[in-house]
C-alpha cells in the first residue's frame, strides 16, 4: 500500500495550488484519507479528511479555502487550497486509514506518503 503526494511549490499570497494523493496497492475494503501539516518542532496537525463514503472534515483554518475530493477512478485525492496565506507554508502529507472513520490524530492513521512542500510567498 503507497501513498504519493505531490503538486507543492512556491505560489504568491492569495494563490491557489491543488496537491494530489495518489493511492496504490490498496485491495481491501474501503480507506479514509486525510492531509496533514507538521510545522517545525510541532506535531502533525490534521487539515482535511475523506472517508470511504466521501464524507469531509477540515480544521477550522482551513475551512472555506481548502477543498478535499477524491476521484474512485484514478484513486487520487486531492485539497485545492485558495486563498493561500504565509502560515500555510509548510510541508503537507496525506494518510491512509483502513475502514470509514475518520481520526483527527495522526498517530491513528497507518499508511503515510512522503510530504510536499507548499511555500507561500508574500
Known amino acids: 500500500f503507497q501513498l504519493q503526494a505531490f503538486g507543492g511549490g512556491l505560489v504568491q499570497l492569495g494563490g491557489s495550488l491543488r496537491l494530489s494523493c495518489a493511492v496504490s496497492g490498496f485491495t481491501r475494503g474501503g480507506y479514509a484519507i486525510g492531509w496533514f501539516r507538521q510545522y517545525p518542532g510541532k506535531e502533525r496537525e490534521g487539515v482535511s479528511y475523506?472517508?470511504?463514503?466521501?464524507?469531509?472534515e477540515y480544521v477550522d483554518s482551513v475551512k472555506g479555502r481548502f477543498t478535499i475530493s477524491s476521484d474512485s477512478a484514478k484513486n487520487t485525492v486531492y485539497l485545492q487550497m485558495r486563498g493561500l496565506q504565509p502560515e500555510d507554508t509548510v510541508t503537507y502529507y496525506c494518510a491512509a486509514k483502513d475502514g470509514d472513520r475518520i481520526y483527527r490524530d495522526y498517530w491513528m492513521w497507518d499508511y503515510w506518503g512522503q510530504g510536499t512542500l507548499v511555500t507561500v510567498s508574500s
Open positions: 475523506i472517508s470511504s463514503g466521501g464524507a469531509t
